[in-house]
């Protein structure tokens, strides 16, 4: 497995302002993931990052609300921009290690509440 | 597109004895992958649990193994001689199989929430 760790652990934050979410991996990975889970809710996945090209994002999410940046192979940020008390979340980052593709470990998770 | 559906979102179970979490999905895909992770109260997701949709023989990690039952798209989670800290959500997940990495989306059902009693 890989050891995964995001900054920070939790924060609380006023509307209209951003927050940036850090994901560092202990090895070098192909891919990475961000996913929201609302409170009481599953996963759902925001976008895949890929080292040195631009994140992808899935349906009912944007760049402007949440860019990602991907420079290396060990780390990436998350920023929920804007933000409103509907961003209230833990947010997770996931990888996917290479030469193990259709597996993915997730980090601890990043607990946000917005007043 | 998949779906998952985990129809118990609560289950509770005596320490040391059996239990049972269901898991169903819809897929038009013949190769893929599933999986159970859970996650504690401390948040962290672990993966559990993997079967290939390919084999035919259910998986098994120590204590947990899986009833999976292709034709249905029935896939359950068989958790014996059940400990305290098996308490936690157990989510149910798809994805599907691909040879490109980045393209494996983990699609999730809602979860089921299991206590173990003392």
């Known amino acids: 497995s890989a050891v995964i760790s995001q900054k920070p652990s939790r924060d609380i934050c006023q509307r209209g302002t951003s927050l940036t979410i850090q994901c560092q991996v202990d090895?070098?990975?192909?891919?990475m993931f961000w996913y929201r889970q609302q409170p009481g809710q599953s996963l759902t996945l925001i976008a895949t990052?890929?080292?040195?090209?631009?994140?992808?994002?899935e349906s009912g999410f944007v760049i402007d609300k949440f860019p990602i940046s991907r420079p290396n192979l060990t780390f990436s940020t998350l920023t929920v921009s804007n933000m409103s008390p509907e961003d209230s979340s833990i947010y997770l980052c996931?990888?996917?290690?290479?030469?193990?593709?259709?597996?993915?470990?997730f980090g601890p998770g990043t607990r946000l509440t917005v007043l | 597109a998949q779906t998952v559906t985990q129809s118990q979102p609560e289950m509770s179970v005596q320490e040391a004895e059996t239990v049972t979490l269901s898991c169903t999905y819809d897929?038009?895909?013949?190769?893929?992958?599933l999986f159970w992770y859970k996650q504690p109260p401390s948040r962290q997701m672990i993966l559990v649990i993997r079967?290939?949709?390919?084999?035919?023989q259910n998986a098994t990690e120590n204590r947990f193994s899986v009833n999976f039952q292709k034709a249905a798209k029935s896939f359950s989670l068989k958790i014996s001689d059940s400990q305290l800290g098996d308490t936690a959500m157990y989510f149910c997940?798809?994805?599907?199989?691909?040879?490109?990495?980045?393209?494996?989306?983990?699609?999730f059902g809602t979860g089921t929430r299991l206590t173990v009693i003392p």
């Open positions: 996931s990888v996917e290690r290479q030469g193990v593709w259709n597996e993915q470990f």
């Open positions: 090895s070098q990975v192909t891919m």
């Open positions: 990052a890929n080292q040195g090209s631009e994140a992808t994002y």
């Open positions: 897929t038009s895909e013949s190769n893929y992958y």
């Open positions: 079967q290939e949709a390919y084999k035919q």
């Open positions: 997940a798809f994805m599907k199989h691909t040879l490109n990495a980045g393209a494996n989306n983990l699609f």
